[in-house]
C-alpha cells in the first residue's frame, strides 16, 4: 500500500472556489470530507484575482488558475512541430464536421503545454482555409468578420484551456464538460493519468439555453455556438473513465449524447442529515421559503408573483427570499421594485446570507421556483426539516418530489405555483405524511456520507489504489 | 505620397495639354526634387564652375556626392519611422506636433551629423589653404543635407509642393548669390560654404512656410519621436538596406577603383558615378505615372477592401482582394511600358549622350544603369506598396537583397575587370524587381488573414 496521498485535481469552469452556489457548496464539502484526499485546484477564471468565496480547507494542496482573455506567453515551437499539430487539429475539424469517428488523443499527445496556436492556426493556409470553408459553408449570406469573431472567441479560449499546465495529480476530476472537462482532458493524456466527469447540468444543454435567450448572438451564430458545446461534451464523454451525474435522466441524455454506458453511473447528492434534522415547531401564520441567491436564474419574479398570489387568498401568509443578493445587484433592485408594486413588502422579505436551519424549523412550505436546476440540495435539505416543498419541474426536481404533480409546475407558471402552496395549506394532514415519506427517502439514497465513502472509493479505484 | 498624386491626378483630369505640362513638371519636382536639384547643382558646379574655379571644382563635386551618399547611408534608416511617426500625427490632424517632432528630429541629426562629419575631416589632410574653413564648409553642408532632408519629409506628408519648389528655387539662386558675395575665386572652401549657406536657406525657408502655418505645437519632449524608432525599428533597417543597396557600388568603386583627382582627398569614380546619376534622373517619367496613377489606384481599391473587410461576406472580400492585387499588375505593367519607351530611346541615343553629356563614360555603362532604372522602378513601386500593406519584414529583406546582391556584384565586378561597372547593379535592381514583386503579390494574397490576426491580437 502507497504511503503517499492520492492527489485528485478539480477542474472547474466559473464556480468553486469564486462564486457561491450549488456546484461550489457540493465541491467545498467534498474536499473537506475527504481529508485523506490530497486537492488540487485548476480553475477557469473570466478574470485575474477575483475574491475567493469559500476559505479552501487544509488539504487543498495547489491552486492553479487560469484567467482566459489574458495574454500569455506563447512556447517556442519549431516550425515543422507547429505545422504537423496544426494539420492535425484541420484533419480533427474535418471528421468532426463529417461526424466521423475522431480521437482527440493523438493531438493532444502531441500538444504542448503553454503553447497556443492561436495565431499560428490562422497563419496556416489549410487551417484559414477550414474556416473560410466553414463560413461560406455555414455562413454565406452575412459579414465574414462576425462569423471570425465568433470563431476566434470561442477557439481562443479553447487553446487557453488546452494549453495550460495543469497540476500533476493521480486523478482529474472535471465538475463540468465544456473548458473544464476540455482542460481536464488535456491533463490526462498529457500526464496519462484518469479523467473523472462529474455532471451536475448538463452543460451544452444550460448553454444552448443561455444562447437562446441573449440578443448578442444571433442567427446562424447560435447553431454555430450550440453545435460547438454539444460536441465538446462529446468529446470530454469520449475520453473520460468514469461519467457521473446525478440522476437518472441526466445519466440516459449523457448515453444519448455518446457516452459509453458502462462508464456511466448515478451518484446522487447527499445531504448532512444529522445536520439538517431540525426540530420543526409550528409557528403562527403561514410561512413560505425560498432558499437560493437572488439571481434570475431561481426567478425570483415568479416566487414573488406566486407570493402575491397566495397572500391575497392567506393574508397570514410571509414569504422569506433566504440567499445572498449581492450577486446581481441589478436584478435584486428589480425584484424589490417588484414586491413594491405589488404592495406586499410587509410580507415578502429578503434575508440576505442566513443560516438556512433556522428557517427550516419553522417554514410550511419550501418553495423553489428555479428555471434551472440539476439536483437541489435544498429540497433535500427541507426534507429533513419535514417541510414540503413545491417546485419547479427542472432537472432533477421531478424524481426528487416523487413525480407528485401536486406540486410541480412548469417554470414560471406561478399560478399553478400558488395553488399547490394552497393545496398544502389546506391540508395539512395529508402533508405530514408525505413530509415523513420524503424524510425517509432522504435517509435512504441521499445522505451525505454516502456520497463521501462513494467518491472515495472512486478515486481510490480509479488511482489504482482499491486495496486501501 | 498617395496625398500629392490624388492632387495631381485631379490636374490631369481637368484634360488638356497645360494641365499635363503642369503634372509633368510639378510631378518631376515632387518624385525627384531634392534628387534632381542636387544633381543639377553637382551638373551645375562640375560643368560652369570649372572654368570659374581654375579647376579645382572636384573638391565641391566630392564633397557633395560623399554628403549626399553618406547622409542617406548613414541616417536614410531614421526618415522611415519619422516619416511613420509624421503620417500618423497629420491623419489625427495634430500638424503642430508634428512640426515641432520635426524641429526636434532635424537638431539631434544636424548635431550629429556636423560633429560627426567633422570629427571624421579631422583624420583627412586636406591639401587646401584654409583646411579649417574646408572642414567647417563641409561638415556644414553635410549636416544641412541631413536635415533638408527631414524637412523635406515633413513638407511632402503635408502636400506643399509648390512651396518646396519656390524654396529651393530660392536655394539655388541663394548659393549664386553667396558665391558672388563670398571671395569664391580665392578657394573652394568658400564655394563649399556658398552652397552650405544656400541649403540653410532652403531649410529656412521651409521651417518659415511650416511655422506661418502651424505655430504654437505644445509637444516639447521627444517621447512621440522615440516610441516610433522603437516600434517602427525594423523600418530603420529597411531604410538602411536601401539607401546602402543604393550606393554600396559606388562606394566600392570609390575604394578600388575611384582617383582622387586633382590631389583631392576623397575618391570619386566618375566613369560610373555621373552616368548613374543622370541615368536615375531617367526615371522621372515613369515615377510621375507611379505617383499620379499606379499608386493612387492602388490606395483607392485598398481603401475598398479594407472597408469590405468590416462588413461584407467572404466572397466579396475575395473578390476585392484579387481586384487590388490585378490592379497594381496592370498599372506595374503600364508604368514599365512608358518607361521602357523611354529607355529604348535613352539607349539608342546613348552614343551621343555619352559622348556630349557625360564624357568619362561609356554607351555600354550608360546602357547599363539605364535599363537598371528599369528595374528599378519596378523595385521601388512595389516596395512603396509594402508599406501600404504594413509588410514592413517582407520590405526589410526586400532591401536586404538589393543591397546583398549590389554589395557582391560590386565585388566581383572589381575582382574582374571584364565586367563592366553597372552590370551588378542591374542585376541588384533585376532580382530585387522581381522578389519584390512576388512579396507583394504574397502579401495582397494573405492581406485579410494578416489584417484578421492583427486585429484579434491576443497573443
Redesign the interface.
Known sequence: MSDKKISVCIVLEGSYPYITGGVSAWVQDLIQNLPEIDFKLFTISPEIDQPLRYELPENVVEHRDIVLNKNKKNRDLKKKQKKSLILAMVDFHKKLFSGSSNPIKSIMESYPEEYYPYRDSIKNNNAWQLLTDANRMNNPLYPFSDYFWAWQSAHYMMFTVLGAPAPEADIYHAVSTGYAGMAAMAAKIRHRKTLLLTEHGLYHKEREMEIRKTRMIHGYQRDMWTRMYTRISRICYDNSDRIISLFEENRQKQIALGAEESRTEVIPNGIDIPRFSVKHEKREGFHVGLVGRVVPIKDIKTFIITAKTVIDRIPESIFYCIGPTDEDPGYYEDCKLLVKSLKIEDKFLFTGRANVLEYYNFLDVLLLTSVREAQPLVILEAYCGMVPVVSTRVGNVAELLNFDERFLASSRDAEKLASSILYIHDHPEEMKKITAENFQRVKDRYDIKLLHSTYLKLYRKMAGRSEE | MAGIGFELKKVVNRGGIFSISQVVFSGAIIVAGPWMISILNITFAQQFLNDFLAGNSEYLIETMVYSYALSLVIFGGFHYPFTRMLSDMIYEKKEKEAFVQTIFFSIIIGGVSFILCRFLLSFLEIPLERPGLYRFSAALFFSAVNVLWIMMLFVSVLKWFYKICLSYAAGAAATQIFIKVLPAETGMEWVILAFALGQIIIILLLLLFSQNEYPGGKERSLKPLFKYLKKYRIMFFIGLFYNAGLWIDKMIFWIFRGTSNGGTILPLYSAYDTTVYLANLAVIPGLIYFVTATETNFYILLKKFLFS???????D?TIKKYRLMNRAKKDLIDQSLIQAVLMIILILLSPVIAEQLIRSTTPLILNLSISAGFFYLIFLTCLNFHFYLEAYRDAAWVCFIFFGINLSTAIVTVAFPAIPPGAGYILACGISAVYSYYSLKKNIRFLD?KI??NA?A??
Open positions: 473587410l468590416r462588413s461584407s461576406i467572404y466572397r472580400i488573414r484578421f490576426i484579434g491576443v497573443d
